[in-house]
Nanobody, 118 residues
Framework: VQLQASGGGLVQPGGSLRLSCTAS????????IAWFRQAPGKEREGVSC????????YYGNSVKGRFTISRDNAKSTVFLQMNNLRPEDTAVYYC????????????WGQGTQVTVSS
C-alpha cells in the first residue's frame, strides 16, 4: 500500500487549495481514505474521511463548510478541496487508510505542506 499526498503550498488567508492523494499497489476502491494534519507543537487532527461503502463523508468541526472531500476510483485518487483557508489550517497534510472513518489510520505516506499566511 502506497499513498502520496500532493498539492500543498503557500496561500493567503481566504484562498483555496486542492490536495490530491494518489494510491498504488492496492485495490483503491476497497479502502476508506482519510486526511489528517499535523502542525508543529500540536496534536494530530483528523480533517476528513470518505467511505468506500456508500461514499459517506465526514469532516472535523474546524473545517466543516470549508473543505470538501471526494474520490475518483478510476484514477485511484482522493481530493481535498480547501476553501476559505485560515492561518490555523497551516500544517502538513497526510492521506491515510482509515477503516470505518474512526481515526484509526493504517497506512500513510509522505505529506504535503500547507501554509496559510499573508
Amino acid at each position: 500500500v502506497q499513498l502520496q499526498a500532493s498539492g500543498g503550498g503557500l496561500v493567503q488567508p481566504g484562498g483555496s487549495l486542492r490536495l490530491s492523494c494518489t494510491a498504488s499497489r492496492f485495490t483503491f476502491e476497497h479502502y476508506t481514505i482519510a486526511w489528517f494534519r499535523q502542525a508543529p507543537g500540536k496534536e494530530r487532527e483528523g480533517v476528513s474521511c470518505i467511505s468506500t461503502v456508500d461514499g459517506s463523508t465526514y469532516y472535523g468541526n474546524s473545517v466543516k463548510g470549508r473543505f470538501t472531500i471526494s474520490r475518483d476510483n478510476a484514477k485511484s485518487t482522493v481530493f481535498l478541496q480547501m476553501n476559505n483557508l485560515r492561518p490555523e489550517d497551516t500544517a502538513v497534510y497526510y492521506c491515510a487508510t482509515d477503516p470505518g472513518c474512526e481515526g484509526k489510520y493504517g497506512k500513510w505516506g509522505q505529506g504535503t505542506q500547507v501554509t496559510v499566511s499573508s
